[in-house]
C-alpha cells in the first residue's frame, strides 16, 4: 500500500503515531492493551475525521484516546494479572533502570484510578501544562491540580510501603 | 510585596516539579527550598517519580512496520472484537450466576433477598452502561441514522405510544442509538449519547410494575454517576461517567422530553 501524502489527514495521523504509541503505553498496562488502545483509537479518529476543526491535532486525538481509555477500563475488573506480553518488537526500557525499582513503579501506577493516571500521563509524558490538561478534559483546572497531586501522593505512598524488603546484590 | 515574598503553593511545588515556571518563579521556589526540607523531600520524590516514569515509556515512541495499515484499512479482527468475546464470557458467567440464584435456595436454603424494582434499577443502569459504552463498533443495535424506526421499534416493545428519543443536542451530545434490553425482567430500552470527544452517558427506559412515582434519585459507583426517577408505570435512569452536575442537566433535559 502507498504510505499517504504527509499533508494529508491520514499522513498526518501517521506521523503522530509514535507519539501517540508511547502515550496509549503509558495508559495501558501492557504492551497489547497498549497496542489495542492506539488501534482502536486511530480507529475511532478517522471514522470522525469531520468533526477536527483544524486546529491542534495532536491534542484532539490525545483527548479521544484518553476518553476511549476511560471508556474501556471500565471493562477490566481491577487486579487483573498483568498480561505477560509476547515479544512484539519490545521498546527496551533504558539501561539505567534498576529492574525491581521499575517494576514497582509499574505496579504503584497500575494501582492509580483511570483519571488520575491520565493526568499524571498528560503532565509527565506529554508535557502539557495544567491549564491545557484542564482544557482537554475539559475539567477545571482545580481537578487537574488535585488529580495530579493525588497521583503522586498514591505513587510515593506505595513506593515507600514496598520499601519494607529490600534486596542487596553480593559486592 | 515583591516576588520573593510570595507564600510558596503546593501548585508551585509541582509546577517547579513539571519544569513549567519562569525563571523568576524557579529562583523563588528554590529560596524556599532552601529553608524548607519538607517540601526539598517531596519535590525530590515528585522529580524521582516523573524520571522513571519517562524512562519506563520513553522506548514507546517509535513506528513499527504495520503503522501504515492502521491508517489504511481497518484489520479482519479489531481489538473491540476480541474484548467483546471478553464481554460475551462475562455475560455467560453472569447468566451462571443468575441461575446459580435461581436454583440456589431449594439445594442451600439460603434466604433470598427481595429486592424491589427501585432498587434494582440504578445497578441495571450501570451494568448497561457498563458493557455497552465501552464497545467501540457494537454500541447499539440501531444506530442514530434510523432514529424513526429506532422509536417505533422499541416503544412497541415496551408498549408505549409515543416513545421519543430524547434529543440531547442542546447539550452537546448527540445519539449514537439505541438497543433493546432486559430491564427487571422485561423488555426495555437503552440510548446512547456522545459528545466530540467520544465521552458516552446511557439512558435508559424499563417498565416498572410498582406504579409508583419518585421524585429524581441518585446513585454512585465506581466513579460512575446515576440519575434515576420513576414516573407512573415507567423508570428512567440517566447514566455517565462524568460530573454530577452535567448528568444532571441531562437527567433534566430528558425528563422534560420524555412523554409524562
Given at each position: 500500500m502507498k504510505p499517504p501524502a504527509p499533508e494529508t489527514f491520514e499522513g498526518q495521523i501517521l506521523a503522530l503515531l509514535p507519539s501517540l504509541r508511547r502515550y496509549s503505553r503509558s495508559l495501558t498496562r501492557s504492551d497489547s492493551d497498549g497496542e489495542d488502545l492506539l488501534q482502536d483509537c486511530v480507529e475511532k479518529v478517522l471514522a470522525r475525521r469531520?468533526?477536527?476543526?483544524?486546529?491542534n491535532l495532536r491534542g484532539w486525538v490525545l483527548t479521544i484516546m484518553t476518553n476511549l481509555y476511560r471508556n474501556q477500563r471500565r471493562t477490566i475488573v481491577r487486579g487483573n494479572l498483568v498480561d505477560i506480553d509476547g515479544a512484539i518488537d519490545v521498546a527496551a526500557?533504558?539501561?539505567?533502570?534498576?529492574p525491581l525499582e521499575r517494576s514497582r513503579l509499574e505496579d504503584a501506577l497500575n494501582g492509580l484510578s483511570e483519571d488520575h493516571r491520565a493526568v499524571l500521563m498528560l503532565v509527565?509524558?506529554?508535557?502539557?501544562?495544567y491549564q491545557e490538561v484542564a482544557d482537554m478534559l475539559d475539567i477545571p483546572l482545580g481537578t487537574v491540580m488535585s488529580r495530579l497531586s493525588r497521583a503522586r501522593q498514591q505513587l510515593a505512598e506505595h513506593m515507600k510501603s514496598d520499601n519494607v524488603i529490600t534486596l542487596r546484590r553480593p559486592k | 510585596m515583591n516576588a520573593a515574598d510570595q507564600p510558596v503553593t503546593e501548585a508551585d511545588l509541582h509546577a517547579y516539579t513539571d519544569g513549567l515556571l519562569a525563571d523568576a518563579d524557579r529562583s523563588r521556589i528554590e529560596a524556599w527550598l532552601r529553608d524548607n526540607p519538607e517540601d526539598a523531600a517531596r519535590i525530590a520524590e515528585w522529580q524521582a517519580q516523573n524520571a522513571g516514569i519517562k524512562a519506563m515509556f520513553s522506548g514507546y515512541e517509535k513506528s513499527r512496520p504495520g503503522d501504515g495499515d492502521m491508517i489504511g484499512k481497518p484489520p479482519a479482527l479489531s481489538p473491540s472484537l476480541k474484548r467483546l468475546a471478553a464481554v460475551a464470557a462475562t455475560v455467560a458467567i453472569f447468566a451462571a450466576g443468575t441461575l446459580a440464584g435461581h436454583y440456589g435456595p431449594a439445594l442451600f436454603e439460603r434466604p433470598q433477598l427481595q429486592l424491589t424494582a427501585q432498587e434494582t434499577f440504578p445497578k441495571e443502569a450501570q451494568n448497561a452502561f457498563l458493557i455497552?459504552?465501552?464497545?467501540?463498533?457494537?454500541?447499539?443495535?440501531?444506530?442514530?441514522?434510523?432514529e424513526a424506526h429506532l422509536a417505533t421499534w422499541l416503544g412497541k416493545r415496551l408498549a408505549i405510544s409515543n416513545l421519543k428519543v430524547p434529543d440531547l443536542t442542546s447539550l452537546n451530545y448527540h445519539l449514537v442509538g439505541g438497543r433493546l434490553l432486559p430491564v427487571d425482567g422485561k423488555p426495555g430500552a437503552m440510548f446512547m449519547y456522545e459528545n466530540q470527544t467520544g465521552e458516552r452517558l446511557t439512558v435508559l427506559v424499563g417498565r416498572n410494575t410498582a406504579n409508583k412515582t419518585t421524585s429524581f434519585r441518585f446513585a454512585s459507583a465506581d466513579n460512575i454517576e446515576t440519575f434515576y426517577w420513576i414516573d407512573g408505570e415507567l423508570g428512567y435512569a440517566v447514566t455517565g461517567e462524568i460530573s454530577r452536575e452535567e448528568l444532571r442537566k441531562v437527567a433534566e433535559e430528558c425528563y422534560r422530553q420524555f412523554p409524562s
Open positions: 469531520t468533526q477536527w476543526r483544524g486546529l526500557p533504558e539501561e539505567s533502570t534498576d509527565v509524558i506529554e508535557g502539557y501544562t | 455497552y459504552a465501552s464497545e467501540v463498533r457494537h454500541p447499539v443495535e440501531v444506530f442514530a441514522n434510523e
